[in-house]
């Protein structure tokens, strides 16, 4: 069964900084995997799909890769602003079209 | 619509009595997806609609969560007999394509919030 384990469950850091959130995988067979953001009492907004046969996507400030083999994924985020300050999901789409399996998420403060 | 609406957005129910929340996709898409998000957790699969057809409802927890979209549109999740283990947030979903998640990006509501007092 896969499982999908976000670390660090919180991470808070000054503005500005470069930062690694990390997601991974316990089943490598995967279509693709996402990106997410939640903003309190909000929905989820997608900010990244990395197709199964892609390496890494880029979006602004936002680069994820994506290492099947090891069953990881990274979202890096430069020059963090406060307003970067979410909970960020991984998600999996793996044996199904329809069904993602997600992370618990990482809750990011950015201190201005 | 611009995005996917979803009502009510907060609901409080007493044990034992029946709920049912509406989702609004955006226009046009085929299709719909229901999630539960218990609190600190990510979102778990409920089920899948394609136009009006439910093609997956293996994640719907019990008999007493049954969900419809009859005209391919609007869905309603309906819960009979709440339980206290029923509270969570409920976030639909939907996308352009009847190819579920395959190639089409996912566009979430803002969750439908429901405590079972």
């Known amino acids: 069964k896969q499982e999908v384990t976000q670390i660090p469950a919180a991470l808070s850091v000054p503005e500005g900084e470069n930062l690694v959130l990390n997601c991974s995988f316990t089943?490598?067979?995967?279509?693709?995997l996402q990106w997410f953001r939640q903003d309190p009492g909000k929905g989820l907004t997608s900010l990244l799909l990395?197709?199964?046969s892609q390496r890494e996507q880029t979006s602004g400030r936002l680069n994820a890769s994506l290492d099947k083999s090891s069953g990881r994924s990274t979202l890096y985020i430069a020059a963090s602003q406060p307003g970067d300050s979410a909970t960020y999901l991984c998600?999996?789409?793996?044996?199904?079209?329809?069904?993602?399996?997600w992370g618990a998420g990482t809750k990011l403060i950015i201190k201005p | 619509g611009a995005g996917v609406s979803q009502s009510p957005r907060y609901k409080v129910a007493k044990r034992g009595q029946d709920v049912a929340l509406r989702c609004d996709p955006i226009?046009?898409?085929?299709?719909l997806f229901w999630y539960q998000q218990a609190l600190g957790q990510g979102p778990e699969f409920l089920t899948y609609?394609?136009?009006?057809?439910?093609?997956?409802k293996s994640g719907l927890p019990s008999d007493r969560f049954f969900a419809e979209r009859p005209e391919g549109s609007v869905s309603t999740l309906k819960i009979q007999r709440t339980q206290q283990e029923d509270s969570a947030v409920y976030l639909c979903?939907?996308?352009?394509?009847?190819?579920?998640?395959?190639?089409?990006?996912?566009?979430f509501g803002e969750g439908s919030w429901l405590t079972v007092v």
């Open positions: 979903a939907s996308s352009l394509g009847g190819q579920g998640l395959l190639g089409n990006t996912i566009y």
């Open positions: 226009s046009g898409h085929v299709s």
């Open positions: 609609f394609q136009n009006e057809a439910q093609l997956d």
């Open positions: 089943d490598s067979a995967i279509y693709n």
């Open positions: 990395i197709q199964s």
């Open positions: 998600a999996v789409n793996a044996d199904s079209n329809y069904q993602l399996i």
